[in-house]
Structure formats: structure tokens, C-alpha cells
């Protein structure tokens, strides 16, 4: 009984994470879908594109989230 409550937790969260992902996803490819073709000729994105730009400019730009005092 214990490990299905355990599988069902986990299903649970990997649903959650993608939920949350396709949720802060899309805003960034409607808005790169909106702006860029039109300004700038580029092609339009798709979802997992959209994705992996969320990603890589997280990588590049290092935002944790959290607040350092310095």
C-alpha cells in the first residue's frame, strides 16, 4: 500500500512539473511568436522550442530566484 502511494506521488509531481512548465512556457512563445517574425524576420517558435529558450536563457542568465545581499 505504501508504495502505491509513493508511484502515485510521483506521478503526481512529474504531472505538476509539466503542468507548470507548459504554463511559464507559453507566455514566452506567444510573445517570440508575436514580436519576432514581425521586427526581425524570425521564424516563428514552437512549444519545445519555446522550452528550450526558457531553459538556455535561465542557464545564461543565472536568475535562481533568490535574493543574495551583497
Do not use: D, E, H
Amino acid at each position: 500500500m505504501k508504495i502505491i502511494k509513493i508511484v502515485g506521488a510521483v506521478i503526481l509531481a512529474m504531472t505538476g512539473g509539466f503542468i507548470l512548465a507548459v504554463f511559464f512556457t507559453l507566455p514566452t512563445m506567444w510573445l517570440w511568436n508575436w514580436l519576432m517574425p514581425k521586427l526581425f524576420g524570425l521564424p516563428p517558435l514552437g512549444l519545445f522550442q519555446a522550452f528550450g529558450f526558457c531553459m538556455l536563457s535561465r542557464l545564461l542568465l543565472g536568475t535562481s530566484g533568490t535574493i543574495s545581499s551583497s
